[in-house]
């Protein structure tokens, strides 16, 4: 998931893209990239690869839907009598130093950077600062501070495309509050909202970088765990619902406790899953675990595959997570 650059005292990055493929917003790309540096600086180098990466597929396919007909290209002085669009993005402590070896190692040629020094980047920067504070409250949940159902989905579809091209696993889990409603009508919306933050916040607490928490819904939050197993997520949301279970709220002068069920939906790069599709499993998976009783945690399994009893069949590594919590 993308953060934000921190300020630094160096200047930013211009790049520029040509063509008839138009404009494209350029996204955080969840695939490790290699970098020239170490440290910060390595990992200002790898968000800068990552979004120029995502930039060029976007606009590779964006070209393609735009194509024109075979014997009906045009000529290079139509291109050049054509629109002509500049694509910019800050990179605070980025030097040129730095951009001239990434550009040479990873084929940037093409791209262009512009140095800047303070009294020219104020302006800029409160432009990008404004229009990532746009797309913030765009993507995100005002209540949680998650990303809301939308950039979720985004996000799924981003993962879903780098598990078919690696044959990597992914799941997703959905949680949804049990009897929340209770919560609302005795102790009223401020307490439930005290609740939903406090669900948040545990659910960031308890995953890793590369996961990503959303809320969906009224009390619904998903999980997307990239490279998890149904039986590490498993574990995983069954020690969230241990959590859960210990927590105390206090409303109007009472204490009470809230607990939550869970379904989990997995796939696999040999397995086609749409974004959408990985969000009805799992919701199957929580209907049955409400059903059931609620506060537990059960997966979906795919039609034609086995549910086999996986404690005789427990890897060492994920022994060790399973006993120790650790999933590094």
């Given at each position: 998931?993308?953060?934000?650059?921190?300020?630094?005292?160096?200047?930013?990055?211009?790049?520029?893209?040509?063509?008839?493929?138009?404009?494209?917003?350029?996204?955080?790309?969840?695939?490790?990239?290699?970098?020239?540096?170490?440290?910060?600086?390595?990992?200002?180098?790898?968000?800068?690869?990552?979004?120029?990466?995502?930039?060029?597929?976007?606009?590779?396919?964006?070209?393609?839907?735009?194509?024109?007909?075979?014997?009906?290209?045009?000529?290079?002085?139509?291109?050049?009598?054509?629109?002509?669009?500049?694509?910019?993005?800050?990179?605070?402590?980025?030097?040129?130093?730095?951009?001239?070896?990434?550009?040479?190692?990873?084929?940037?040629?093409?791209?262009?950077?512009?140095?800047?020094?303070?009294?020219?980047?104020?302006?800029?920067?409160?432009?990008?600062?404004?229009?990532?504070?746009?797309?913030?409250?765009?993507?995100?949940?005002?209540?949680?501070?998650?990303?809301?159902?939308?950039?979720?989905?985004?996000?799924?579809?981003?993962?879903?495309?780098?598990?078919?091209?690696?044959?990597?696993?992914?799941?997703?889990?959905?949680?949804?509050?049990?009897?929340?409603?209770?919560?609302?009508?005795?102790?009223?919306?401020?307490?439930?909202?005290?609740v939903l933050r406090r669900t948040a916040d545990?659910?960031?607490?308890?995953?890793?970088?590369?996961?990503?928490?959303?809320?969906?819904?009224?009390e619904e939050f998903v999980l997307l765990l990239?490279?998890?197993?149904?039986?590490?997520?498993?574990?995983?949301?069954?020690?969230?619902?241990?959590?859960?279970?210990?927590?105390?709220?206090?409303?109007?002068?009472?204490?009470?406790?809230?607990?939550?069920?869970?379904?989990?939906?997995?796939?696999?790069?040999a397995t086609a899953c749409r974004a959408e599709?990985?969000?009805?499993?799992?919701?199957?998976?929580?209907?049955?675990?409400?059903?059931?009783?609620?506060?537990?945690?059960?997966?979906?399994?795919?039609?034609?595959?086995?549910?086999?009893?996986?404690?005789?069949?427990?890897?060492?590594?994920?022994?060790?997570?399973?006993?120790?919590?650790?999933?590094?």
């Open positions: 998931m993308a953060r934000k650059p921190t300020d630094a005292p160096k200047a930013a990055q211009s790049v520029q893209s040509t063509g008839r493929a138009g404009s494209a917003n350029p996204a955080q790309s969840a695939e490790s990239t290699q970098s020239v540096d170490t440290g910060d600086s390595a990992h200002d180098s790898a968000q800068l690869l990552g979004e120029l990466d995502a930039l060029r597929r976007a606009l590779a396919e964006e070209a393609a839907r735009h194509a024109a007909p075979a014997g009906e290209d045009p000529t290079d002085a139509e291109r050049a009598d054509g629109p002509l669009l500049a694509v910019a993005r800050l990179f605070p402590g980025m030097t040129r130093q730095r951009w001239l070896a990434l550009a040479e190692e990873h084929g940037l040629r093409q791209w262009f950077a512009i140095d800047l020094d303070k009294s020219s980047n104020f302006n800029l920067r409160e432009l990008q600062k404004a229009v990532e504070e746009l797309a913030h409250q765009r993507d995100h949940d005002p209540l949680t501070g998650l990303m809301n159902r939308r950039a979720f989905l985004r996000q799924v579809e981003l993962e879903l495309q780098r598990v078919h091209r690696g044959g990597a696993e992914i799941c997703l889990a959905m949680v949804d509050l049990d009897d929340f409603k209770r919560v609302n009508d005795t102790w009223g919306h401020a307490c439930g909202d005290l545990l659910l960031r607490d308890a995953t890793r970088a590369y996961d990503v928490a959303a809320r969906i819904g009224g990239p490279g998890a197993s149904p039986m590490r997520a498993q574990a995983l949301l069954e020690r969230l619902l241990q959590e859960m279970r210990g927590e105390d709220f206090t409303c109007r002068g009472e204490t009470f406790r809230v607990t939550f069920s869970a379904g989990i939906a997995g796939c696999r790069g599709d990985l969000l009805d499993r799992a919701d199957k998976a929580l209907y049955e675990a409400k059903t059931s009783g609620k506060a537990r945690v059960r997966v979906h399994r795919l039609p034609g595959v086995p549910d086999y009893d996986r404690s005789t069949m427990v890897q060492s590594d994920e022994k060790q997570f399973l006993f120790s919590g650790n999933d590094e």
